[in-house]
């Protein structure tokens, strides 16, 4: 829940500035872009100039091109630093990466996001983790923002709000989420243009990818894991880019009886970055926190320290297998 007198404060460093810059995450998902749109062009609309914008690579997913709002995106380095920042659906400052520095620098920094382990690094913070995006959030308070919702911003929401609760089928789904999504609808939201857009979007190099990723899964029954593993070779091999890879994990969650599936995929830099997801009474936000990450009860991830997948997956095992079942 957030206190009405922590929405106040928001709406007064809002307010008192017609410059506005609105941040989201590293390798932003559906529901910071949507976030980011949506929210910008409600500002917008009340009389902001907006820059909106998250850390390099700043590559928009193509998928997302159907939203509107997206002349209010800039390059970190196009950035001109002016007016207060409201960072979106960032659990810690950190998470803005280099644009952190511009935040420090802010006359105000409004925090809104939904991830347990917010650190409320704002100077108004709206966290609330019962909200199953950010975008409902935002939604529930536009009126105390001194913001409104229209066709266009509904159309981002919406589209956040189906994306980071899987299509409202996750365990953050709840009736205030139909509710918010019913409203949007009611405006004139059209669910199946969402599905057709983000769902329905994919190049046949990602099939591909998808089928050959799939074919390489492991399943470790005493562990109860399923996890695959995305080389720098297969995204060459397939002419897939990274920005296209955020689902690749969710192939492996439709395997019966696991509790964890992993997606380790290797980044440019040969680091190893780990996505998470689980069923509902295994906590890996917890565990991706451990090994330097973040996220939600059921879907989290991290970069991990070790040297190569092999490695990243043995560090995982050790992990799922040293603490019991549903710790945390
Ligand atoms: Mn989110």
């Known amino acids: ?155 981002c929401l919406y589209t956040a709000i189906v994306t980071d609760t899987g299509r409202f089928q996750y365990s953050n789904t709840r009736a205030g989420t139909f509710e918010a999504a019913a409203e949007m609808v009611r405006m004139g939201v059209e669910p199946n243009l969402v599905f057709a857009n983000v769902f329905q979007n994919d190049s046949l190099a990602y099939l591909r990818l998808t089928g050959s990723i799939l074919s390489g899964a492991v399943y470790d029954d005493d562990l109860g894991l399923v996890y695959a593993a995305l080389r720098r070779e297969d995204m060459k091999r397939f002419g897939v880019a990274m920005n296209e890879t955020e689902d690749l994990v969710d192939g492996l969650r439709t395997l019966r009886a696991h509790r964890v599936a992993a997606l380790f995929k290797e980044l440019p830099d040969g680091k190893v970055r780990v996505s998470l997801r689980s069923r509902a009474d295994t906590d890996i936000g917890s565990l991706a926190r451990r090994l330097g990450g973040g996220g939600h009860r059921v879907a989290a991830g991290y970069t991990s320290s070790a040297s190569g997948v092999d490695a990243a997956v043995q560090e995982l095992r050790e992990e799922l297998g040293g603490r019991s079942a549903g710790a945390g």
């Open 1 to 155: 829940m957030i206190d009405e007198r922590e929405t106040a404060r928001a709406a007064q460093i809002i307010s008192g500035r017609r410059e506005l810059m609105i941040f989201g995450h590293h390798f932003p998902d559906g529901d910071a872009i949507g976030s980011i749109l949506g929210m910008g062009l409600m500002l917008e609309k009340a009389g902001h100039r907006v820059q909106a914008s998250w850390p390099e690579p700043f590559e928009p997913p193509e998928k997302y091109d159907f939203l509107p709002g997206r002349r209010l995106l800039r390059r970190p380095s196009e950035l001109q630093q002016s007016g207060a920042v409201i960072a979106l659906d960032c659990a810690n400052a950190g998470r803005m990466e280099e644009l952190e520095q511009v935040a420090d620098l802010a006359e105000g920094l409004v925090n809104i996001d939904h991830h347990p382990d917010n650190s409320m690094f704002g100077d108004a913070n709206l966290v609330d983790h019962q909200c199953a995006a950010t975008a409902q959030i935002i939604y529930e308070h536009a009126t105390g923002l001194g913001i409104r919702l229209d066709l266009d911003s509904a159309l």
